[in-house]
């Protein structure tokens, strides 16, 4: 091997070695830079953000947004979901609602009656026929007549109170039972006798026998049955007052007994 070839490969050995350190040292530097971006790119892997940062983020927000107050409604519409995301994980679940009302379900107003049950022992929902809007003599019947053998029990559509207990003409024996937000009444009319201690004041549950299904009143002596009314109160809660309410829907979507 001459001189000159010796001094050539010594060099390019040289080169050789340069040029794999300078390589080892990008190519350590790239994988640092790349492992430091999978951690920043991976919001579980134990790097949280702080509430305190999250916070302030927001209130940039709505600094942008003039007149829309800093309240958590506001901070819901304004951040984007995986703004929130951190701060919904640490928070504690919500404290319940303080209206506690049970007949309440989603889709339902306020406004609407409460869910009920067929008010006579063993008759099924599907027995229910609606005749709210049929003519009973001059007028609309307005309530939903259910057909049962004399002394069947009459029990409470849902729970309430006693309100008031009236013998009238066209009713015979009758009850007036208000439900538990007093924005309803149930009135069951036509009953044989009341059921023992009945009293007006009592709290009754729905499904307690509070009567048992007769002819009194205008009932034809041959059919028994109850007849069985919902009234939507007027403001000042008075039994005698209030608007009938179709109660066929109810009763034909109440649970069995
Ligand atoms: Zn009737």
């Not at 994988?31 to 927001?58: C, F, N, Q, W």
């Not at 003599?137 to 309430?160: F, M, N």
Request: glycine share 6%; aromatic share 8%; charged share 25%.
């Amino acid at each position: 091997m001459s001189r000159a070839s010796i001094n050539d490969t010594f060099v390019l050995l040289i080169a050789m070695t340069i040029a794999a350190i300078l390589g080892w040292t990008v190519r350590g530097r790239h994988d640092a830079e790349r492992s430091a971006a999978r951690i920043e790119e991976r919001p579980s892997s134990g790097v949280r953000v702080s509430r305190t940062a999250t916070a302030s983020a927001l209130r940039h927000v709505s600094a942008e947004l003039p007149r829309v107050p800093p309240t958590d409604e506001a901070v819901t519409r304004l951040a984007p979901p995986h703004v929130l995301a951190p701060i919904a994980e640490e928070t504690e679940a919500m404290p319940p609602l303080k209206d506690e009302d049970a007949s309440w379900r989603p889709g339902r107003d306020a406004d609407s009656p409460r869910p009920i049950i067929v008010p006579v022992e063993g008759v099924a929902p599907s027995a229910m026929r609606d005749m709210f809007d049929e003519a009973r003599g001059s007028r609309r019947h307005e309530a939903i007549d259910i057909l049962a053998p004399r002394g069947t029990p009459v029990i409470a559509a849902d729970d309430g109170v006693v309100k008031k207990l009236f013998t009238s003409v066209p009713g015979g024996l009758t009850i007036y039972e208000f439900d538990p937000d007093e924005r309803f009444c149930y009135y069951y009319a036509h009953l044989d006798r009341y059921a023992p201690g009945l009293h007006e004041g009592q709290s009754v549950r729905r499904g307690e026998i509070i009567g048992y299904v007769g002819t009194t009143g205008n009932a034809p002596e041959d059919t028994p049955h109850l007849h069985f009314a919902l009234i939507r109160l007027d403001p000042d809660k008075r039994w005698w007052k209030g608007t009938y309410v179709n109660p066929y829907p109810l009763l034909a979507a109440s649970a069995a007994r």
